[in-house]
């Protein structure tokens, strides 16, 4: 029990941690940041209950007025904006990781663990955040899908990344991902 | 160094913050719908008044609030007069002005404790249901102190890198930064079940 609480509370700090990383660019020019790289990881190693949780406590923190989203945002205000449906969605990718990194044990835990942030992080993720377009931007999905597609390159190599970490975390400490515990 | 509440007084630092969460999850209610132009564009405005009334101080930051809306208004606006609906764009990017606008009002004028006990009473329905909701505040406690503390093993790690190498640290401080984090978690939970742990009864 003290375990996952704190585990939850420093992966929500982690998450934010991540956000203040200057982002790196993309030969193409889009500024990607570390942050939903902190969510997907939140999921491949704590499992899809705890990730989900340290996400949701993360957002708390924004909601309750810390600026720690990407680029020194937070507040109530990033929540009906027309990127809300990412932050929305940040939980389910969480659980959806830590979800398929934990079923998908047949295989090296880097494609485990990175089909799980490809699958949460980047295909159900941007299902919300196509969402939030719709309701918060009034655009068509094929258009909000269109306006996103410059930042899709960026996320699927954050998932590839995502799945090495976590087997290079794996390797480190064998006991603390979760998402593979016996 | 966290929090982006304003540090000057105000009228509306003084009202309860559970009110201006009610008005504001009514204001988003009730705004989605609107199709008229004029009505959001008053709403905008009224906004402006509300944080003017604050001062100056309280505009700027209202301002540069909004600073990382721009480049989406322009696209969204740019999308709708090549579909020939100028009118719908107006409308979308006016009601996205105003509601953030007024969400980031409230988050600029309550402190964090009040808006945590607006949280706590929310939860009140949880807690008769026997969720341990008071745990919740000793959660968000350990996180916010822990933001800084892995913020400067971070800005060590990046130190040590640059020592080593001419190329930007990217993410090979990733693997160390989510070790310390899962090292300093297990020093938490030792350090909670010192003083007691979680087995005891609620606290009343």
Redesign the interface.
């Known amino acids: 029990m003290e375990r996952s609480v704190a585990l939850i509370a420093l992966f929500a700090a982690l998450i934010a941690v991540l956000g203040l990383f200057p982002s790196f660019m993309l030969i193409t020019g889009v500024p990607i940041s570390a942050q939903s790289l902190g969510v997907m990881l939140a999921g491949t190693v704590l499992g899809a209950r705890r990730g989900a949780l340290a996400v949701l406590l993360f957002l708390l923190l924004v909601a309750l007025g810390l600026p720690l989203l990407a680029g020194g945002r937070g507040g109530l205000g990033v929540f009906v904006g027309p990127t809300a449906g990412f932050l929305f969605g940040f939980p389910v990718a969480a659980f959806v990781a830590g979800w398929i990194t934990a079923r998908w044990r047949g295989v090296d835990l880097s494609i485990a663990a990175g089909a799980g942030a490809l699958l949460g992080g980047v295909v159900v993720l941007y299902a919300f955040g196509v969402g939030g377009m719709m309701v918060f931007a009034g655009l068509t999905p094929l258009q909000a899908i269109t306006a996103l597609g410059a930042f899709i390159p960026g996320d699927i190599i954050k998932a590839v990344v995502a799945g090495l970490i976590t087997r290079a975390i794996w390797q480190a400490r064998p006991g603390a991902v979760l998402s593979r515990a016996r | 160094m ?4 304003l540090e000057t007084r105000s009228w509306l630092h003084a009202l309860p913050a559970g009110a201006k ?1 009610a008005a ?1 999850a009514l204001a ?1 209610v009730l705004v ?1 719908p609107v199709t008229e132009p004029a009505i959001i564009a008053a709403l905008v405005a009224a906004t402006a008044a509300l944080y003017a009334s604050l001062g100056a101080v309280a505009l700027r930051r209202g301002i540069r ?1 909004l600073r ?2 721009w480049l ?2 322009a ?2 606006m740019a ?1 709708h007069l090549v579909l020939g609906e100028a009118r ?1 764009g107006l ?2 990017c006016l009601r ?1 002005l105003a ?6 009002l ?3 004028t ?1 402190v ?1 404790d009040d ?2 006990a607006v ?1 706590e009473w929310l939860m009140t329905p949880l807690a008769r249901a026997g969720l341990r909701t008071d ?1 919740l505040a ?3 406690a ?3 102190r ?2 800084p ?3 400067l093993k ?1 800005g060590h790690l990046r130190e040590a890198w640059r020592a080593r190498s001419t190329r ?1 640290a ?2 090979q401080t ?2 160390p ?3 310390i ?6 020093h ?3 350090a ?2 010192a003083r007691g ?3 005891g009864p609620a606290r009343k």
């Open positions: 966290l929090a982006m509440t969460m504001l988003v989605l609030l990382p809306l989406i208004l696209i969204i999308w719908l409308v979308i996205i509601l953030v606008a007024l969400a980031n409230v988050t600029l309550t964090l808006m945590m949280l745990r000793l959660v968000v350990l996180a916010v822990a933001i503390a892995l913020a971070a930007r990217g993410v990733a693997v930064l989510v070790l984090a899962l090292d300093d978690a297990t938490v939970a030792e909670l079940r742990g979680f087995s």
